[in-house]
Nanobody, 126 residues
Framework: QVQLVESGGGLVQAGGSLRLSCAAS????????IGWFRQAPGKEREFVSA????????YYADSVKGRFTMSRDKAKNTVSLEMNSLKPEDTAVYYC???????????????????WGQGTQVTVSS
């Protein structure tokens, strides 16, 4: 089992920035890929970004590319999502998710991630 805990959400004005963190514990040493997903009210959960735990190569959804940056700190067992130039449409609950199968690197499907955090709310006001 891998346990994930998100933090760093909050309320910010459009154009502002927030930094989300996800702390991994349990069998975190077997983690292969960690991703961020988000779910806005009334919408499906969607992929935001993901990173491979070993090499640190992130990939992003087109909607956040150039504005969001994902990184990982293996020593602290954490990943971060730096969100800049935030827009009202970025408002959502953001979830951290993990998978221990290296073959899943590159996936954007939430069904490929068996481990999930409880989520953290991000609200961007216009």
């Amino acid at each position: 089992q891998v346990q994930l805990v998100e933090s760093g959400g909050g309320l910010v004005q459009a154009g502002g920035s927030l930094r989300l963190s996800c702390a991994a514990s349990g069998r975190s040493s077997s983690t292969a890929v960690i991703g961020w997903f988000r779910q806005a009210p009334g919408k499906e959960r969607e992929f935001v970004s993901a990173i491979d735990w070993s090499g640190g190569s992130p990939y992003y959804a087109d909607s956040v590319k150039g504005r969001f940056t994902m990184s990982r700190d293996k020593a602290k067992n954490t990943v971060s999502l730096e969100m800049n130039s935030l827009k009202p449409e970025d408002t959502a609950v953001y979830y951290c998710a993990a998978v221990t199968d290296w073959r899943r690197w590159g996936t954007r499907h939430q069904g490929d991630f068996p481990y999930w955090g409880q989520g953290t709310q991000v609200t961007v006001s216009s």
